[in-house]
């Protein structure tokens, strides 16, 4: 069973920088594609950012390109959203999730794995 663990989250003021980690168990981490999602209470998972099995590529969602970039390090099975300038309205609970099925990279329901979240709250 794949094991995704989040961390990084907590209390920052608007416009600081924070880095959220998602380190990655049981498997080949380097075979998989990673995306980070956020949702907040009562909506729906809404897609961040996405990356290829070998960085390679990338993807992000218009409301956060140019603010949030993804990265991984296979050697140490893990998978980073850097988030810079962040708003208050950045403030939910952030995940990542693996075992991409191979279409809609931006529905939650194309992938088998997910981590438990971290919550990110921006005080203004």
């Known amino acids: 069973q794949v094991q995704l663990v989040e961390s990084g989250g907590g209390l920052v003021q608007a416009g600081a920088s924070l880095r959220l980690s998602c380190a990655y168990s049981?498997?080949?981490?380097?075979?998989?594609?990673m995306a980070w999602f956020r949702q907040a209470p009562g909506m729906e998972r809404e897609f961040l950012a996405f990356?290829?099995?070998?960085?390679?590529?990338?993807f992000y969602a218009d409301s956060v390109q140019g603010r949030f970039t993804i990265s991984r390090d296979n050697t140490k099975n893990t998978v980073h959203l850097q988030m810079s300038d962040l708003k208050p309205e950045d403030t939910v609970v952030y995940y990542c999730?693996?075992?991409?099925?191979?279409?809609?990279?931006?529905?939650?329901?194309?992938?088998?794995?997910w981590g438990q979240g971290t919550q990110v709250t921006v005080s203004s």
């Open positions: 999730a693996t075992g991409f099925r191979g279409s809609g990279r931006a529905n939650p329901t194309s992938y088998d794995y």
């Open positions: 049981r498997g080949t981490f380097s075979r998989y594609a």
């Open positions: 990356i290829t099995w070998n960085g390679g590529t990338t």
